[in-house]
């Protein structure tokens, strides 16, 4: 995780937002704020690569690079890269259905994120228990609780992303986020 006031920015919204949403679920707070802080830059949206010259720019080139990493015919050939997979999916529908929702459902894919990123976190949840994993429960609460924690980060956009409640310091204009929303 970075240090500074970014990530401080974010746990502190994130927290907020939970708070005024009845959510109790600190390891989760944080988890958002790391999954804010990490996707505030434009390149971590697509840290996971199936070729080193090609990005996964959407949930369906992950799903097929999945696909990829099973056939043993194929040069990607790495299940182990799976859980990398699946866990990237979970996070960057969950950060789309949250800080682009309007996007989002202008697409029409909001269902389809929701259920991509639950399953992607049920599965990442499952792979933790089975390997004895301390996030096991985490992933299984982003999963079981997908829309709520995506409508906490909608709100946190709205509510606790506005200039006015920015720490002095933290140089986040209107375009903090318009830098690499998609069109």
């Given at each position: 995780?970075?240090?500074?006031?970014?990530?401080?920015?974010?746990?502190?919204?994130?927290?907020?937002?939970?708070?005024?949403?009845?959510?109790?679920?600190?390891?989760?707070?944080?988890?958002?704020?790391?999954?804010?802080?990490?996707?505030?830059?434009?390149?971590?949206?697509?840290?996971?690569?199936?070729?080193?010259?090609?990005?996964?720019?959407?949930?369906?080139?992950?799903?097929?690079?999945?696909?990829?990493?099973?056939?043993?015919?194929?040069?990607?050939?790495?299940?182990?890269?799976?859980?990398?997979?699946?866990?990237?999916?979970?996070?960057?529908?969950?950060?789309?259905?949250?800080?682009?929702?309007?996007?989002?459902?202008?697409?029409?894919?909001?269902?389809?994120?929701?259920?991509?990123?639950?399953?992607?976190?049920?599965?990442?949840?499952?792979?933790?228990?089975?390997?004895?994993?301390?996030?096991?429960?985490?992933?299984?609460?982003?999963?079981?609780?997908?829309?709520?924690?995506?409508?906490?980060?909608?709100?946190?956009?709205?509510?606790?992303?506005?200039?006015?409640?920015?720490?002095?310091?933290l140089l986040l204009d209107d375009s903090f986020f318009g830098a690499f929303a998609p069109e």
């Open positions: 995780m970075e240090s500074g006031l970014l990530p401080r920015f974010f746990e502190r919204a994130t927290r907020h937002a939970f708070d005024d949403l009845a959510l109790n679920d600190p390891p989760a707070v944080r988890y958002l704020a790391d999954l804010l802080t990490r996707f505030a830059r434009t390149d971590a949206l697509h840290t996971v690569r199936e070729l080193p010259a090609r990005r996964l720019e959407i949930v369906a080139d992950s799903l097929l690079a999945i696909q990829r990493a099973w056939d043993p015919e194929a040069p990607e050939f790495n299940p182990a890269h799976e859980r990398a997979l699946r866990r990237h999916i979970g996070d960057y529908t969950l950060f789309m259905t949250g800080i682009f929702r309007d996007y989002v459902q202008r697409l029409a894919v909001t269902s389809y994120y929701e259920h991509e990123g639950r399953r992607a976190y049920r599965f990442v949840s499952e792979t933790e228990r089975a390997g004895g994993g301390a996030d096991a429960p985490l992933f299984g609460r982003l999963s079981d609780r997908f829309e709520a924690y995506s409508g906490a980060l909608t709100y946190a956009r709205k509510v606790y992303f506005r200039a006015d409640r920015r720490p002095p310091g």
